[in-house]
């Protein structure tokens, strides 16, 4: 059985968009493999760690991640689970103007990324599920496609949206090991003893090195994890107060009222503007 399936949801002269979802059976680094096409993947389900060289980075719901076209890379898969992730190919030239400066390799004579990944806002998270299940369901044309493509690209590397991590390859590898403890059990109510201990440092060191890493604080990473859950799973629930039950919110008005204040509308509204409904 392979590991990975792929679905093609969007391919036109602007942009390429695949479903794929990968079961993580592989838990070890796999063989070195070598992106074919300037890519921005986005997770959406589950985590992966990516390794390029000694470079690592922890693959969730909340990041963007750039493979550039004929850059050798490797995967494992640390947590149970697998994972899932929207990826969008963007011709280079597109790039040159959606990308700004600082985020690109200024030396040779075609656009590269210059960093591993970006940290993501609500809206990239709400704009990828959008995008994902409007073209699964056949609902979204091509030119409105293509605009939420482009929309979620801007909005993913944009100048006042982007968040690029600025760490120590030690705090980094700190921050690492709290985000796999999270991922791998989003529904968990974890206390932050426990997630320290995971890590193996103190929870006032934890939570400071987190924030600097981050630019926002443990909990709110772990809600926007959920948030994003939530998001993938929306398609597949009638019962929304039970969905949020098992994603760990105390009650429906709970999981109502942040699902709201992180995208804008209540996980109803959401389903009924995306068509699930």
Not at 30 to 47: I, M, N, Q
Not at 209 to 229: C, D, H, N, S, W
């Amino acid at each position: 059985m392979s590991q990975f399936a792929v679905k093609k949801l969007l391919d036109t002269d602007l942009i390429a968009v695949r479903d794929v979802i990968c079961n993580g059976e592989c838990r070890h680094r796999s063989g070195e493999e070598c992106s074919h096409a300037t890519s921005l993947v986005f997770p959406y389900r589950g985590v992966f760690m990516r390794h390029v060289g000694r470079d690592d980075t922890v693959a969730e719901a909340n990041q963007v991640l750039f493979f550039n076209r004929d850059e050798g890379y490797q995967i494992s898969h640390p947590v149970e689970g697998g994972d899932a992730c929207l990826s969008m190919d963007v011709p280079e030239p597109l790039l040159e103007e959606l990308v700004p400066k600082e985020h690109r390799n200024p030396k040779g004579s075609r656009f590269v990324f210059n960093r591993q990944r970006l940290r993501t806002d609500a809206r990239a998270q709400a704009l990828v599920a959008l995008l994902r299940h409007s073209l699964l369901r056949g609902t979204a044309e091509t030119l409105e496609a293509e605009t939420l493509g482009l929309t979620l690209v801007r909005r993913a590397v944009g100048e006042r949206t982007a968040r690029a991590a600025t760490a120590s390859a030690g705090r980094q590898k700190l921050v690492d090991r709290a985000k796999l403890a999270l991922s791998a059990d989003l529904t968990r109510r974890w206390t932050l003893a426990e997630i320290a201990r995971e890590a193996g440092v103190s929870p006032v060191y934890l939570t400071q090195v987190f924030q600097q890493v981050e630019g926002t604080p443990l909990y709110r990473y772990q809600l926007r994890l959920r948030l994003a859950r939530a998001l993938d799973l929306l398609g597949s629930y009638d019962d929304l107060t039970q969905l949020g039950l098992e994603l760990g919110f105390s009650s429906h008005s709970h999981f109502s009222s942040t699902f709201r204040q992180a995208y804008g509308r209540t996980p109803a509204e959401f389903q009924r503007f995306a068509g699930l409904r």
